[in-house]
């Protein structure tokens, strides 16, 4: 965006909830930015490259899940209803949803599927793929927050639910901010309903430490690029060559954390805004957090579902877990 684009914007860039995320979180005295501001245009784009890349393993392991095993999910999802409310948090391009609702097509369930994404553009594809590949489908989406999107269908729909939020996005929240969705997530549901939930398991963290840090690059692209994105939408000025991203993985506490580095001392200038970088100061960019399957197990218990099935791809990297509302 040009300097006289930015002035018209200026006004609701400033007062925007993402310049005042980005401000807040370069204020502390740790610097941080909000992973969810990745996924942009340019930022959608670069993930679906990672989930296509080398070391990413997890998008193939729950393929491989929803794949192989679809008509087990489906058969500890459904119980015995023969209609529900499908909804999906997050759904991104929902290439492992289509598992699913073929297998329910087939078996004849009647259902309304719902998916809930913060992206317009998003929702837009995964509508036209969903109505090309299953043109019978009853298809009503809603663009926003994940739990105004469940609030909403709270009122609307009595049917019976099941809520699917795959991809091991929980893993985006720490464990502590996780227990809180999965409690709020509770509060939404009724006794009965289901929910299905990707999760990241511990492992060798060779494997994990290496599937941040690819080596054609992709990770360090996917987190330059809310530099870039900051520069275009915001007015701001980094320079993305004083700053190389630096990913860690904590086999003890199974946090995953990317960074950026500063290698200078140096300022970053917003309109009316200047941050100061140190050389070698972080930015934490990022938290991939991996479970043991048992702490999955507490997790539901601890925000008052019932754990009731879990299938795990051949190597057990990965895990969906269902629990009962
Ligand atoms: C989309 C949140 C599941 O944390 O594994 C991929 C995002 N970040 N590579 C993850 C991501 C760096 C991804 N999730």
């Not at 860039?13 to 502390?28: A, K």
Request: with cysteine; charged share 25%.
């Amino acid at each position: 965006m040009r300097r006289e684009d930015l002035d018209q914007n200026d006004l609701s860039n400033r007062s925007g909830v993402f310049y005042q995320d980005v401000l807040s979180g370069l204020r502390e005295p740790m610097k941080r930015l909000p992973s969810k501001y990745f996924y942009d245009a340019a930022g959608d784009l670069l993930f679906q490259k990672i989930m296509r890349c080398p070391e990413y393993y997890l998008t193939r392991c729950e393929e491989e899940i929803f794949r192989d095993k679809a008509g087990e999910l489906l058969e500890h999802l459904l119980q015995a209803n023969r209609q529900v409310d499908l909804i999906e948090l997050g759904a991104g391009d929902a290439s492992k949803t289509q598992h699913l609702i073929g297998e329910m097509l087939q078996q004849q369930i009647h259902f309304t599927y719902r998916p809930i994404d913060i992206s317009p553009h998003v929702l837009e594809q995964l509508g036209d793929r969903m109505r090309t590949a299953f043109p019978t489908i009853d298809l009503q989406a809603f663009q926003g927050d994940y739990f105004d999107g469940l609030a909403d269908m709270a009122t609307t729909g009595a049917l019976p639910k099941v809520v699917l939020f795959l991809g091991a996005n929980l893993g985006n929240m720490t464990r502590q901010q996780a227990a809180q969705f999965c409690v709020r997530l509770r509060s939404l549901l009724h006794t009965g309903d289901r929910v299905l939930l990707g999760i990241d398991l511990m492992k060798n963290p060779r494997i994990i430490q290496a599937a941040y840090a690819d080596e054609a690059g992709l990770t360090w692209q996917f987190n330059m690029n809310l530099l870039r994105r900051m520069n275009k939408e915001l007015g701001a000025d980094f320079n993305e060559e004083l700053f190389e991203h630096y990913c860690q993985y904590d086999p003890v506490s199974g946090t995953c954390s990317s960074y950026l580095v500063s290698l200078l001392d140096h300022v970053v200038h917003f309109p009316d805004e200047q941050v100061l970088f140190e050389k070698d100061e972080l930015i934490h960019m990022e938290v991939s957090q991996k479970y043991r399957f048992e702490e999955t197990q507490a997790l539901a218990r601890a925000s008052g579902f019932m754990p009731v099935h879990a299938v795990a791809d051949k190597r057990n990297w990965f895990v969906d877990v269902i629990w009962e509302a």
